[in-house]
Every structure is written in structure tokens, then in C-alpha cells.
């Protein structure tokens, strides 16, 4: 299966620097101080680990590629919590002498560079050019009370969510059906594909539901070549082989697990090569373990109801 991260990154990159240079102009910021800040610039080689979570005194600017922002969660697992884009900025607390970092950042892909400053570096700018770091101080403050708000409502959402599912999980398969509808109503996608993992048979996935063709569910038809077992969750190329898509989809592909054990696949479809929003992925990524769990439920009530048919326990 072919993984294109690289595409997706240079597009959202690319719009995130056009909206980052409507808003406030970081990156003109930059270029006013271009000899300090060449001495402050550092390349990221894919997958290099920016930081980590812990006392850190360094403010970054992103100025090129993009990082992705990981948290632990409390079984000591790494989520995916956001991405930071060309023109976008990690660690402004210390600006207000808060060091700590509650999250690790990773290079995605080639090309990724940063800006390091430490509050010191800061302060000298100061002395230098007050008025422009006077702007950059209500730029950081307008962005960060802008990803509070953004949090507060994907929490929310998240919240709603994990409601609905909690309530609908009790109906069976028919639960599982309405929950993909519901979700596909609720983030910003043009369908959604469930393709499970048979219990019988190791390595044989078939399609259970699609979003875009109701009246058919389950479809029990076996998936396409391009869908294996230990697949990485992230953005697949679209070639029209798997039901229901087109070749100018943009495809995400989300592993369902319950602990250690696949039990399927979520894929999330944009058409006419659409982007996905990080909150939408991330929420994504947050209800996929009880995703596992009614998929693990329906599954070991479909076999009871199996043997005692066949036992004639009706």
C-alpha cells in the first residue's frame, strides 16, 4: 500500500503559511532579522525527535515542513494531538518563564526546519527592534487563545461523541451502523468505509459498512488487495480499488484495535483529493479503542448466536 504523508503535508503546509501570512506575517518577522536568525535555524531529518515532554527553555518557529505533536496517554501509549505547519510556533510559554512541555514533537517527512530561541535571544530582539516584537507578543497571544477556543470545542465534540457511541453500542450491529453515520456527519468527511478483520480467518478483511450505500449494509464482501493486516494509521493513494472510492479520493486509513489485537480499519474519504483536519484526525484516533471494543462485542455475539443455532437453542 502506497503512503503519500508527503503530499498532504506540502498542501496543509502550504496552507497554513498562506494563513499565517494573512493573519500576522511571523515569517516576514523572520526575514527583518535574517543574519540572527540564520545562526538560529535547524534542519530535521524524518522522524528526528524535536523534544520531548519535560523542562525545555526553547521557543520554536516552524519554518519549514511540518512536526507532529504526540502525547502520552495513561497506558503509555504516543497519540497524535496536532501538527504544527510552516509559519506556526511550539513553546511560547516560555516567553512567560513556563518551560515545561507536556508533549514531544517528531519531524514528518523530509525538509523540516525550526527556528530555536530561548528567552534570552528574545529580549536581545527586544533591545533591537521593540516595535516588531511587540507585534510578535500580540500575535502569540491572539494564536493561543485561538487553540484554546479550538480545544474547547473538540473537546465538546469529543464528549458528544463518545456519548453516542456509548449509547448506541448497546443495539448491536445496527449500533455500529448508525455510529458510522453519526460520525460521518459529525467530521468534516465524505464517507466512511468499516473493513473488519475475519475471526475465523487471520489476514482476510471485508467490508462491513459504507457510509455512502446504507441500504446494502453489512456488505460482507472481501477487501480489495490493498487493505493487509499491521498497516500504519496515515493517508493512503486512492487507486478505486477498494469500494466505493475514486481515484482522486484523498483516503485516510485508521487501525481498529481492542489492547494489542487488529480488529479492522476505519477509512475516512475526501473527494476530488479533499484534505483532512487535524482535529478531525485526532478525534478520530481518540474513539478507535472503543471502536475495537463494539467490534469485539458484536463479534463474540454473532458466534454465540452462530453455535447455538447450530446447537438448535433458538
Known sequence: MKKTPETSVLKQSLGALKQSLTIHPILAFLDGFDSFFKKKKRALVNNEVL??????????????????????????EKKEVGRAYMGSFIGEGILFDRNQKD????????????????????VY??????????A???YII??????????????ASLYEMNTKIDELSKLGEQGFKDIIDH????IDVDYILSVEQHPAVPGLFIHKYNSRFPS????????????????????????????????NDTLYLLPIRTRETLKGYFLLGKKDKGTFADTDIRMMNNIAPLLGS????????AEKKAINLKQGNF
Open 103 to 122: 508533549v514531544e514533537a517528531v519531524a514528518i517527512g523530509e525538509g523540516a526546519s525550526v527556528v530555536t530561541l530561548t528567552k534570552a535571544d528574545i
Open 216 to 247: 446494502i449494509w453489512p456488505i460482507n464482501q472481501k477487501a480489495a488487495n490493498e487493505i493487509h493486516g499491521n498497516e500504519p494509521a496515515g493517508e493512503i493513494k486512492s487507486t478505486g480499488e477498494i469500494l466505493g472510492t475514486d481515484t
Open 183 to 186: 460520525i460521518s456527519k459529525t
Open 142 to 155: 491572539e494564536v493561543s487563545n485561538g487553540r484554546l477556543l479550538d480545544s474547547g470545542k473538540e473537546l
Open 51 to 76: 523534544f520531548t515532554p519535560g523542562e525545555n527553555p526553547y521557543f520554536y518557529i516552524v519554518s519549514s515542513g511540518a512536526l507532529a505533536i504526540l502525547r502520552s496517554t495513561p497506558t503509555g
Open 125 to 134: 530582539l527586544e533591545s533591537q527592534n521593540p516595535e516588531k516584537i511587540l
Open 136 to 138: 510578535l507578543y500580540k
Open 294 to 301: 463494539m467490534i469485539e462485542n458484536n463479534q463474540t455475539l
